[in-house]
Every structure is written in C-alpha cells, then in structure tokens.
C-alpha cells in the first residue's frame, strides 16, 4: 500500500514536471516567445492608457503657441508704427500694478507741466477686432500719482481712461478695421523723474 503512494506521487511529480516540456517554456525558445507574448499584450494596453489619459504635450514643444494663449498676440509684439507703416518690434516689461505681476507688458510715457512725450504706436494693420487687457501705474511710482491715459486709433483720440495709483483697470477695446494704435497719458502732477514708463498695458493683447 505505501509502495502504491510512492508510485502514485512519483507519478503526479513526472508528470508536473514533465508540463514545462510539453507547453515547450521548459526550453529556451519556449521561454523567449512568453517574454514576446507578454510584450505584445502589455504593448498596446500601455499606450492606450497614454492616449486616454489626456496627457498635455511637453510645453515648449513642437505647435506650442508663443503667445499668451492661442489666437492671441501681445501688444509688444505688434510691429511699431512708424510713418503708417510697419517698423521694428519692442521688447516687453516685465511690471508689477497694485501688487500684482504682468510679465508682458507695455509702457507708455507720461505728459506733464507742458512736456509732451512722443505715443507709443503700434501697426495693427485692420486684423484684429480687440485690445485687452489691464492698465495700471507701476507700484515704484509715488503713491499719489494720477494720470489720463489716451487711447488712439489712426492718429485720432479714441478713448479716455481715470487711473490712480494702487489701482488697476480692466480693459476690452474694439479696434475693429483700425491700421495704427497710439497710447499715452497725462498727469496734472508733477514730471515723474524716472528713466521708465510709470503708466503700463498689463499684459495686453490683440486679438
């Protein structure tokens, strides 16, 4: 009876080892055409979930927009006007009104006690129907500024905006058709001394 059980387990032992050999992993390319099959599966359900992850692109990369936000352009990037046509591009400032950051933005000089300083103008060409974006009186300057900003649309004054220090304004313009814009502004204080612009575009963008 014992004799039988041995048998019996040597048995089921031969024949579990001899399953390896016969499904054919127990040999090298047995062994090989697993690791491909488990490949071939995990392949694609890997990707798959890549896909309807919505991943976003890596920023910087190929159609990554330039501007702030797609269909966009900022105001510095408009080429200046100069004589009714397009001229050289500015730079952009990097400001802070009333406490908060516009890192592309766009200065404007100051009028005051007859001193008339040249507008700042830019050639929009008639393409964009809008201009918005934030206007404001960088925080360096002295605390009871207060100016007139004059908006201009082909060399015609267009709109009048109040502004006082510490205080930001929101803008939404229609420029529709219009060829060259201008800006400047004017305090009935006095002349700031400064080698900057102290009225800013915050982030203004043409659209």
Sequence with gaps: MIGGKRDSASKSRSAWLSWPAW???GSLAGLVALAVAVVAWWWPQSASSDVSSGAPASPG???APANGS???TYLYQLPANSAGQAGQQRS???VVLAGNHYAHSTGMWTDCM???NP???FYAG???QHLAGTLGIADPAPGNTSVIVYVYADDSQFKTFDLSHDQTLPIDID???FTRLSFSSLTLGECPHTPKPLVYLGDTVVF
């Design 23 to 25: 499904t054919g992993i």
């Design 61 to 63: 990369g190929a159609g």
């Design 70 to 72: 797609a269909g966009q």
């Design 92 to 94: 952009p400032a990097d």
């Design 114 to 116: 007859g001193k008339i």
């Design 119 to 121: 507008k700042v103008a």
């Design 126 to 128: 008639g393409k964009y």
């Design 175 to 177: 420029i529709s058709g």
